[in-house]
């Protein structure tokens, strides 16, 4: 870039954001002519070019900027890249991410600033011919240009790069590529499919969006995954000879549990990132792929960035409050509804709520807070303690008792921890499970779903059990079987976590 034009940029730019303060005019014919007012200063500022020698053309960007730039004219400040997804471009309106953005400032977030580049369809990679080479052109003219007409902490500790779909596999590819540029990487969503997927991707599509990148134009089968795909797909990057340099970049991803294929990739790409003893943040909520997820992923991962920039270390913040009420228990721990007390013929829903060795304070907690939802229906809420019984044992004793869980239709269990692996022993006596941070098997391959069946999966994403989370929700895909998908931060309070868990499936629960 010649100095002319960097010259000229800052001042363009510099007009956008501050404006040019007008000298006194000399009053020798217009006596008591006021000062021109300074132009409003504006955050949000569309349109904003400068010219790629790389690409040979003018590069578009949008900026958010500090509310105080104008003001602290000495003041540095960190740089997030926000990228797009495929199909939009630089004249996306992003106000109501902006909201999120001020959202969080109220509540403390430092001000940032926020560069949205216009990524073309280039999933923000060079192609595997030379021909467009985007990723260059990111970091080797875009970056420098920002910290050269900006006033930003121009350092990697301080720059972060988040987006979503094509954005989210740019977020990670350029992070990938490029740790010496960024500190933390935040994608969200990522579009990026298994290899089995890619594999059987109809010609069309797989050409359209991938082989023009990452070659294979024409190929089927294995000799679409070539060499250059592979040295960007992070399925074949988070190896454990990468993890040295890797580690260096701060990680964390999110997606929604309705997304159709996308969360397979994400999930699966958490497990490999976990066998090879990676750290990072994993997230998956309710939702699907839409501005309204992404915006509230936004709301955890910009706080992250912010402490990940200031030196922090173990992201222990929890999403969510509890919500706790007391239930009044049967003489045995038990709880039945209002309903259930009421009938001339008992024959309700039967919640087996399983754990081992859980305190009665805290089973009582959790009591509470399943019975919240559902009081005109039939149903009892019954703990059983495995360390004090098998599960065969607690089910036949309260079946000896209450007129419930006679037929798997009118039964559903909570399995807790360890507790899963007796669960899936006898699920052929459960319409519903949920499932918390559940144990189910040795052996991933035996974990298969019913599409007549209920699964609701509620995990953390340290868990030692990741990979049968993972193969439960892989097989409710395939089955078509009807499912619920969270994986929430993993903190030292077990207690809150579980309570956490537990409300967050209580309000999945069928009692009908």
């Known amino acids: 870039m010649s100095k002319f034009f960097k010259i000229l940029s800052a001042a363009v730019l510099l007009m956008a954001f501050i404006g040019c303060e007008k000298n006194p005019v000399d009053n020798g014919d217009e006596p008591g002519k006021e000062e021109e007012p300074k132009p409003e200063y504006v955050r949000y500022v569309k349109g904003q070019r400068f010219r790629s020698d790389l690409l040979e053309e003018l590069v578009s960007y949008t900026l ?22 495929i199909g939009e471009s630089n004249s996306k309106d992003w106000t109501e991410y902006m909201k999120t953005i001020e959202g969080l400032e109220a509540n403390g977030l430092q001000e940032m600033i926020y560069v949205f580049p216009n990524g073309y369809s280039s999933y923000y990679s060079n192609t595997f011919d030379g021909k467009f080479p985007y990723m260059d052109m990111f970091i080797n003219e875009l970056v420098p240009h920002i910290d050269e007409t900006l006033r930003t902490k121009a350092d990697r500790q301080y720059r ?64 679409r995954l070539t060499d250059y795909y592979k040295e960007h797909c992070p399925y074949y990057q988070f190896t454990p000879e990468n993890k040295e340099t890797l580690s260096q970049v701060k990680w964390f991803i999110h997606c929604g549990d ?3 294929q996308l969360l397979i990739a994400n999930d699966s790409l958490h497990v490999i990132m976990r066998d090879n003893g990676y750290d990072h943040e994993f997230r998956i909520s309710n939702g699907a792929h839409s501005g309204s997820y992404w915006r509230t992923a936004m709301r955890e991962t910009l706080p992250w960035i912010e402490q990940m920039m200031n030196g922090g270390g173990e992201w222990t913040k929890v999403m969510g409050t509890l919500n706790l009420k007391s239930s009044t228990l049967n003489e045995d721990g038990t709880f039945s509804s209002k309903a259930y007390n009421e009938a001339a013929e008992k024959n309700g829903m039967a919640t087996w709520f399983v754990h081992k060795g859980l305190s ?3 089973v009582d907690k959790c009591i509470g807070l399943l019975s919240q939802s559902g009081t005109i229906f039939q149903y009892m809420i019954l703990p ?20 419930v869980g006679k037929t798997p239709d009118k039964s559903q269990v909570i399995a807790i921890g360890e507790t899963g692996r007796d669960v899936w022993a006898l699920e052929e006596e459960f319409k519903r499970f949920y499932l918390i941070d559940a144990d189910l098997s040795d052996d991933e391959a035996t974990i298969t ?7 609701y999966i509620d995990t953390v994403d340290d868990s030692p059990y990741y990979k049968d989370s993972n193969a439960i929700y892989v097989s409710c895909k395939a089955t078509g ?3 619920e998908y969270r994986m929430r931060n993993g903190i030292s309070d077990k207690e809150q976590q579980l309570l956490l868990a537990i409300q967050s499936a209580a309000e999945k629960f069928k009692y009908q």
């Not at 779903?449 to 699964?455: P, R």
């Open 360 to 362: 009665k304070e805290v």
């Open 384 to 403: 059983c303690d495995l360390e004090q019984k098998s599960l065969q044992e607690w089910m036949a004793f309260y079946k000896g008792i209450y007129e």
């Open 481 to 483: 079987a009807d499912f």
């Open 258 to 260: 309705d997304e159709d």
């Open 449 to 455: 779903s019913e599409k007549e069946k209920f699964y």
């Open 160 to 223: 972060a790069v988040t987006g979503y779909s094509m954005g989210g596999f740019g977020t990670a590819v350029l992070a990938l590529k490029h740790p010496e540029t960024f500190g933390m990487s935040a994608p969200m969503s990522i579009s990026l499919c298994t290899d089995k997927r890619y594999l059987n991707e109809p010609q069309s599509g797989w050409e359209n969006q991938w082989g023009r990148i990452f070659g294979g134009i024409g190929q089927h089968g294995k000799d």
């Open 64 to 85: 958010f900027m500090p509310s105080d730039y104008d003001k602290n004219t000495d003041k540095t400040y960190p740089v997030v890249y926000f990228l797009h997804g």
